[in-house]
C-alpha cells in the first residue's frame, strides 16, 4: 500500500492538496478507483458526474440506469450530477456542465483513463478550456497492478457489458475477481478492459457505507456489444 501511496502523491505534485473535484463517473471500476486515489491524496470530492443518453435513462457508457447510479452515489456519500445528450451532442453537453462546475470553484476533474493518450487528450483539453485541471490518478500505472489492487482494496464488481467479438453473454453478471483476471489472461483479454473489452458496475468497496444489491434481467445485443439489464 506503501508504494500505491507514494505514485498517488507522484501523480498530485502539481495540484494543491484539499482542493475541490468532481469524478467523472462510469460507476465502473477505472472511475472508482481513480476517485478513491484522489480522496486518499486529501483532496475533497464534491460531484460525480455521468453523461446519459438522450432519454436520460441510462449512462451513455455502460448502460447503467440512472435511479442504479443515484444508488451508489448514496452509498459514497457523494451528490452525482447528470447531463442528457447523443453522441453528437456529447462534448457540447460535457463542456456546459464543466462551465457551472468552474463557477462553482470546482478546480480540476478526476478521470480514470489508464493509458490511451486520445482519452486523455480529450479531457485535457475541454477542462483547460474551462479553467479546470484535468487529474488522472491511474495514468501509466501497471494494469496487473490496478486490477490486483482493486480486489484487494474490497472493492467489488460485476460485469454488465462485454464486446461480443471478445466475450459472450456468459460473461455479463459475473465478478471481478481472481479467477476471472486469470481467465482473461488465459483468453489474452486486456484484463483491465481498457479497449472496452467489458465494462463493470461497483456495488461494494472502501468508498461505500454498505454493498449495493443488484441483480441481472435481460441481456440484449447492440452495435456489437452485449449489455446486461440490471436492478
Same mark, same amino acid.
Given at each position: 500500500?506503501?508504494?500505491?501511496?507514494?505514485?498517488?502523491?507522484?501523480?498530485?505534485? $502539481?495540484?494543491?492538496?484539499?482542493?475541490?473535484?468532481?469524478?467523472?463517473?462510469?460507476?465502473?471500476?477505472?472511475?472508482?478507483?481513480?476517485?478513491?486515489?484522489?480522496?486518499?491524496?486529501?483532496?475533497?470530492?464534491?460531484?460525480?458526474?455521468?453523461?446519459?443518453?438522450? #432519454?436520460? #435513462?441510462?449512462?451513455?457508457?455502460?448502460?447503467?440506469?440512472?435511479?442504479?447510479?443515484?444508488?451508489?452515489?448514496?452509498?459514497?456519500?457523494?451528490?452525482?450530477?447528470?447531463?442528457?445528450?447523443?453522441?453528437?451532442?456529447?462534448? $457540447?453537453?460535457?463542456?456546459?456542465?464543466?462551465?457551472?462546475?468552474?463557477?462553482?470553484?470546482?478546480?480540476?476533474?478526476? /478521470?480514470?483513463?489508464?493509458?490511451?493518450?486520445?482519452?486523455?487528450?480529450?479531457?485535457?483539453?475541454?477542462?483547460?478550456?474551462?479553467?479546470?485541471?484535468?487529474?488522472?490518478?491511474?495514468?501509466?500505472?501497471?494494469?496487473?497492478?490496478?486490477?490486483?489492487?482493486?480486489?484487494?482494496?474490497?472493492?467489488?464488481?460485476?460485469?454488465?457489458?462485454?464486446?461480443?467479438?471478445?466475450?459472450?453473454?456468459?460473461?455479463?453478471?459475473?465478478?471481478?475477481?481472481?479467477? $476471472?483476471? #486469470?481467465? /482473461?489472461? #488465459?483468453?489474452?483479454?486486456?484484463?483491465?478492459?481498457?479497449?472496452?473489452?467489458?465494462?463493470?458496475?461497483?456495488?461494494?468497496?472502501?468508498?461505500?457505507?454498505?454493498?449495493?444489491?443488484?441483480?441481472?434481467?435481460?441481456?440484449?445485443?447492440?452495435?456489437?456489444?452485449?449489455?446486461?439489464?440490471?436492478?
Amino acid at each position: 500500500m506503501l508504494g500505491t501511496l507514494g505514485n498517488i502523491e507522484k501523480q498530485h505534485s $502539481v495540484i494543491p492538496m484539499n482542493t475541490t473535484f468532481f469524478c467523472s463517473w462510469s460507476g465502473g471500476k477505472d472511475s472508482c478507483l481513480a476517485l478513491y486515489y484522489a480522496i486518499k491524496a486529501h483532496d475533497i470530492p464534491k460531484y460525480l458526474f455521468t453523461m446519459l443518453d438522450e #432519454e436520460g #435513462e441510462y449512462s451513455r457508457s455502460h448502460r447503467i440506469p440512472k435511479s442504479i447510479l443515484q444508488q451508489q452515489s448514496r452509498k459514497i456519500g457523494i451528490p452525482i450530477t447528470f447531463t442528457s445528450a447523443s453522441w453528437e451532442e456529447y462534448e $457540447v453537453r460535457f463542456d456546459e456542465t464543466l462551465q457551472q462546475y468552474r463557477q462553482n470553484n470546482i478546480t480540476y476533474g478526476v /478521470f480514470g483513463d489508464i493509458d490511451i493518450e486520445e482519452h486523455r487528450g480529450w479531457c485535457e483539453r475541454i477542462c483547460e478550456k474551462n479553467g479546470i485541471k484535468a487529474n488522472h490518478p491511474l495514468w501509466k500505472r501497471s494494469r496487473e497492478e490496478l486490477i490486483e489492487e482493486f480486489i484487494s482494496l474490497g472493492f467489488k464488481a460485476k460485469i454488465i457489458v462485454t464486446k461480443a467479438d471478445k466475450l459472450g453473454s456468459e460473461w455479463l453478471g459475473r465478478s471481478i475477481d481472481k479467477e $476471472v483476471i #486469470e481467465e /482473461f489472461r #488465459e483468453r489474452k483479454i486486456d484484463i483491465c478492459g481498457e479497449y472496452g473489452e467489458y465494462h463493470t458496475i461497483v456495488t461494494d468497496g472502501p468508498l461505500f457505507e454498505s454493498e449495493l444489491k443488484v441483480k441481472g434481467k435481460n441481456k440484449n445485443m447492440k452495435d456489437g456489444y452485449w449489455f446486461l439489464d440490471i436492478e
